[in-house]
């Protein structure tokens, strides 16, 4: 397995590559737009055709890649069926699984940050990893005060997630302070958001983080329901 | 072992840090100044006790943590005895081994980026890996316009770190686009600096490059020369 975990540095974005080293075909998890060159470019070192460019839900604060991709690549697009973004190629739903060769991918219905957040769960032959999106960030969660955001769902999300096998290496969709892999055993005991002992104090604590609008909110929703066209 | 690259987005740096599992002995490879908190954040959460912080040379682009740590934890500062930085613990040289539990570091002189520029390679259960300083990085070289920079001797030292084995993984001192890691294979079919047919045809691909100054160079210099004191 090809692995990459590449970070756009403007909206501190974790986008990654999979790829199945016999077939060659390769995805995107949460691709940025302005860096096709540089995804082609690898993808063009490594040999790999682009079959998939997925996004955890709709983004607040970059602008997706998934249109472009699919326009320089022919590959297929895809977001979960509640982002209800009409030019994706398909949509997925809770438990939907993605095979690329030997690697599989499966969907894991995750909201609160957004209505529409999902998680993917990868096994392959070098363990188990999760990509959190927005919902399981590397000592934080995702914030749940926007687009439908719902902190008790999340609650409920990150419960879901917390059920994976502890050794569970979680690659989340971003991180502000340059760390890039956790796991899952070492969120349940260090990430200060997963130690409330009930639902109601974990909404609380969302509810009293008061964070600024992201910067490219007003731009970046509409045009992510594009596909990112602005 | 234990194994986290980190990013101080700053100055585009990659900081290592490497523990046993079974001793939980740490080591952290060029630790950014600023960021000691995060890193002691880091050894607590996994129970690590930092024993070494080393720089792979002075750096003109950031400020080093290594008198900080060490006041802070009592670890030992390592740097390159070319470096002549009066103020560490102690110096290496060219082959010297390092050891924390079955993890081998190799100190390799490999000047050129700067006099004093040392990679490490690191062999262990989980594969090779090689710590490239400001030496080779991802599609590129570390500048030699400054700082007893040199582009033969760089050409030389960039020969020595591709006669290791291909697999080996190559984790790199700063990058500026985004990418982690890459291999000895990879860079040298691709990194454009390394298709060149001779040493003279490097140094003149080099002398052309023209690169501003790094802005906290006039700081950095001499507080590394004092392992960062301002």
Redesign the interface.
């Known amino acids: 397995m090809i692995f ?6 403007e909206s501190s974005t974790y986008t990654y590559l999979l790829a199945d080293v016999d077939s060659k075909h390769a995805l995107l998890i949460d691709p940025v737009a302005g ?1 096709e060159a ?1 995804y082609l470019q690898l993808l063009q ?1 490594f040999g790999l055709q682009l079959r998939y460019a997925i996004d955890t839900h709709v983004h607040a604060d970059h602008v997706t890649a998934l249109g472009k991709l699919r326009e320089l690549t022919g590959c297929e697009s895809l977001m979960g069926e509640q982002s209800e973004v009409a030019c994706v190629s398909r949509s997925f739903a809770d438990g939907d699984h993605l095979r690329l060769g030997d690697i599989v991918l499966q969907a894991l219905y995750t909201p609160g940050h957004t209505d529409d957040s999902y998680s993917f769960y990868c096994q392959s032959a070098n363990g188990q990893r999760l990509f959190s999106g927005d919902t399981l960030l590397i000592r934080g969660s995702g914030r749940t005060d926007f687009q439908n955001g719902d902190a008790a769902q999340q609650y409920q999300s990150l419960q879901k997630l917390l059920a994976l096998p502890e050794d569970t290496l979680v690659y989340p969709g971003h991180d502000y ?5 956790s796991s899952i055993g ?1 969120e349940k ?2 990430n200060p958001r997963l130690q409330v002992q009930s639902q109601a104090e974990y909404e609380l604590l969302m509810a009293g983080l008061n964070l600024p609008n992201p910067a490219q909110m007003d731009i970046a929703v509409p045009a992510n329901r594009q596909c990112g066209r602005l």
Not at 4 to 9: A, I, K, S
Not at 177 to 181: I, N, P, S
């Open positions: 990459r975990q590449l970070f756009e540095r860096q540089q070192d302070k340059g760390w890039q892999v070492e005991r260090f």
